[in-house]
């Protein structure tokens, strides 16, 4: 059965840095495009960083450019999220998730789901 399990999440100050990880397992994530959402209390589900199989094509939300960045270990079947310069704004719940057909930015495509990790930023 295939399976993603974040990890990473925590507690950090206005300013700090996390590094969360996405550990897939059950199935190879070959030819998948790997992505990082979030989801404050209140809000819904968006995207935040992703990054295909092969050429590596990166995209991110505006509202964490130039401070996340995606990366994977394809041997290691695991994605990674720097998460530098983390606001208040940053705090939810941040899944991993995998879509088939390496699309990378649309989001209705991306079908497995990790559990979920907390990130909570305090000011």
């Known amino acids: 059965q295939a399976q993603l399990v974040e990890s990473g999440g925590g507690l950090v100050q206005t300013g700090g840095s996390l590094r969360l990880s996405c550990a897939a397992s059950g199935r190879t994530f070959r030819g998948f495009a790997m992505g990082w959402f979030r989801q404050a209390q209140g809000k819904e589900r968006e995207f935040v960083a992703g990054?295909?199989?092969?050429?590596?094509?990166?995209h991110y939300a505006d509202s964490v450019k130039g401070r996340f960045t995606i990366s994977r270990d394809n041997a290691e079947n695991t994605v990674y999220l720097q998460m530098n310069s983390l606001k208040p704004e940053d705090t939810a719940l941040y899944y991993c998730a995998a879509d088939k057909t390496n699309t990378v930015d649309k989001v209705l495509r991306y079908d497995y789901w990790g559990q979920g990790t907390q990130v909570t930023v305090s000011s």
């Open positions: 990054i295909s199989w092969g050429s590596g094509r990166l």
